[in-house]
C-alpha cells in the first residue's frame, strides 16, 4: 500500500480531517435536498415575494418540507454520503492535481512572455538611446 494513492477501506474508514468531514456534510446536505426536492421546490414557488408573511402563509409547504428532511436526515443516509466521499476520493485528487498542473503550466507561461516582454523594452531603450 503506497502513501501517495491510499485505498480507503469502505466499511471502516480512517479519521477525517475537519475539511473532509465538511466535504462529506456538504455531500449528505445535497442527498437529502435532492431527495426533498419536490417539497423544496413547493414552498419555494409559495414564498416567493412574500417575507413575513411566508411563515404563515405557506406553513402547509413549509410542514411538508421540513417533514422531508427530517424524514431522510437519517444516519444511514450520512453513512451513504460518507461512502460516496470515499469512493470518489480518487477522482477528487486526481482532478485537483490536473488543475494545479494546469496552472503552473500557465504561470510558467505568463513568466517566459513577461522575460520575453523585458527583453523587448530593454532592447528597445538600448536602440533608441543609441
Known amino acids: ?21 465538511q466535504e462529506v456534510k456538504q455531500l449528505y446536505y445535497k442527498r437529502v435536498r435532492a431527495l426533498c426536492a419536490p417539497e423544496i421546490k413547493a414552498f419555494a414557488e409559495c414564498a416567493v415575494n412574500r417575507t413575513v408573511t411566508a411563515t404563515w402563509v405557506c406553513r402547509t409547504q413549509r ?35 490536473e488543475e494545479l498542473e494546469k496552472t503552473e503550466r ?8 513577461m522575460r520575453e516582454d523585458e527583453r523587448r523594452k530593454a532592447a528597445a531603450a538600448a536602440q533608441a538611446s543609441s
Open 1 to 21: 500500500m503506497s502513501t501517495t494513492n491510499p485505498k480507503y477501506n469502505l466499511r471502516n474508514p480512517l479519521p477525517l480531517s475537519a475539511a473532509q468531514e
Open 106 to 113: 500557465r504561470r510558467e507561461e505568463v513568466i517566459k512572455m
Open 63 to 97: 410542514l411538508a418540507m421540513n417533514s422531508c428532511m427530517v424524514a431522510h436526515a437519517k444516519p444511514e443516509e450520512e453513512d451513504r454520503a460518507r461512502e460516496e466521499w470515499f469512493a470518489t476520493h480518487g477522482e477528487r485528487r486526481k482532478a485537483k492535481q
